[in-house]
């Protein structure tokens, strides 16, 4: 029998013939600062889990508890019969938490972006992007059919000339991720909100790894530089430092009103089951019962960040507790990785085309779970590992 879908195992091939296939590791047990992957107890460097909420107790008994008393699922999407009072409670809870008028709940980060940027641009439109954004708001501004203009990671002067340059445009949307995922620096909310101010643009900034991790209880980059009222979205997601699952568009009324009839996410998609936002809920509640969770994610991150200096790594422009050990050869990078897993630290390795050719890294990303002893061990090992592959 033929099989159209032979030109798949040619690209498939292409891509195994230059190591770019992708194998990710089995977690073997719950995630944590210490966890069991591929058969090995590991120091976790690799998750989001900012604050330990994935596998704190409180979360996983709400969402047990929600489990048992209104089931495994929610029945249908948000706009047939799939709105539950713990959605709206949620919600009511984000808007506050992000000091927005409204929030909107979507069954991902990944859906919030996307779903949003399309709904409120058309053919007509430009969107003004970092060069760094996430794969997510770059779907959304394809899908809208807008016009995309890249500025320069982190050049508010490029973003303010290319929106000049489009000034003919029916709308323009400046948007721009407020930490950065393969860098872990901070974009310049600031200046970005001054030049969108200047023409009159939308702002739009992707939390996703800042909210629950910079500003006042983790409210995100907008609280971290105080430019409240001054970013008209504001995107979150629940799924890394929140610990569960699921995205969020936090703004004024009428955006939100606007993406609960527009959103195709929203409209198209089942909403995420009770024990998701069971645990979302009580995550909210233990950010703000449990403070020491944030201050401890932040002197974790300086402790690590000193220690890679002094063995003599790269650790790029990164401000925030992602942190890339920069090694910049693809091939020493995966080698670093392998070792390091080898000897009980997991960090993976990015490499083109996640990040640009020539600049592969091992990312790092410690949590508020890392004791004194894990990181201390974690940095002995990357010294190690670092000086036998002659990377330090
Ligand atoms: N935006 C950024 C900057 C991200 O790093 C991610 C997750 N990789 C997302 C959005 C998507 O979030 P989620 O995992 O909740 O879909």
Redesign the pocket.
């Known amino acids: 029998m033929s099989d159209p879908l032979a030109y798949l195992r040619t690209e498939l091939d292409e891509l195994r013939a230059q190591d770019l296939l992708l194998h990710p590791r089995t977690l073997e047990g719950p995630t944590g600062a210490r966890a069991r992957f591929d058969g090995r107890d590991v120091i976790n460097l690799a998750s ?1 889990n900012y604050l330990g909420l994935a596998n704190h107790p409180r979360l996983a008994e709400a969402a047990a508890e929600a489990a048992r008393t209104l089931g495994a699922g929610s029945g249908a999407v948000r706009t047939i019969a799939g709105q539950m009072t713990l959605h709206r409670t949620l919600e009511e809870r984000f808007s506050a938490f992000k000091h927005a008028a409204a929030a909107v709940m979507f069954q ?6 996307a779903g949003t940027v399309a709904a409120i641009l058309t053919k007509d439109d430009v969107i003004v992007s970092d060069r760094l ?2 794969a ?2 770059i779907d959304g501004a394809r899908l809208s059919r807008a016009r995309i203009a890249v500025f320069e990671h982190k050049d508010a002067d490029h973003a303010d000339r290319l929106l000049r340059e489009h000034e003919g445009a029916a709308r323009r949307l400046l948007i721009t ?1 407020g ?3 393969m860098d872990g620096d901070i974009a310049p909310l600031p200046a970005l909100v001054e030049v969108a101010e200047r023409h009159g643009a939308i702002m739009m900034v ?1 939390d ?2 800042a909210s629950g991790v910079l500003g006042a209880g983790g409210a995100g980059t907008v609280d971290h530089f105080g430019v409240h009222g001054r970013v008209h979205i504001q ?1 979150g ?4 430092a929140i610990g569960v ?3 969020f568009i936090a703004g004024p009324a009428h955006l939100i009103e606007w993406l609960q009839n527009r959103g195709r996410p929203y409209l198209f998609s089942t909403s995420a089951p009770p024990a998701v936002v069971a645990a979302c809920i009580e995550a909210l509640d233990v950010l703000r019962e449990e403070p020491e969770r944030l201050a401890r994610l932040w002197s974790n991150t300086s402790v690590f960040k000193e220690g890679l200096h002094a063995a003599g790594f790269d650790t790029g422009a990164s401000e925030t507790p992602i942190t890339p050990v920069i090694t910049g050869d693809e091939e020493a990078t995966q080698t670093f990785a392998r070792r390091l897993f080898e000897e009980g630290v997991f960090a993976p390795a990015i490499v083109f085309p996640t990040v640009g050719k020539g600049s592969a890294r091992i990312r790092t990303i410690v949590t508020a779970d890392h004791t004194d002893e894990d990181l201390r061990e974690a940095l002995e090992v990357f010294g190690r590992v670092g000086a036998e592959l002659g990377l330090v």
């Open positions: 989001n991902s980060g990944f859906a919030a972006n954004n996430h997510s708001i991720d930490v950065f995922s992707d996703a790894h995107v997601t629940l799924s890394k699952l699921g995205g």
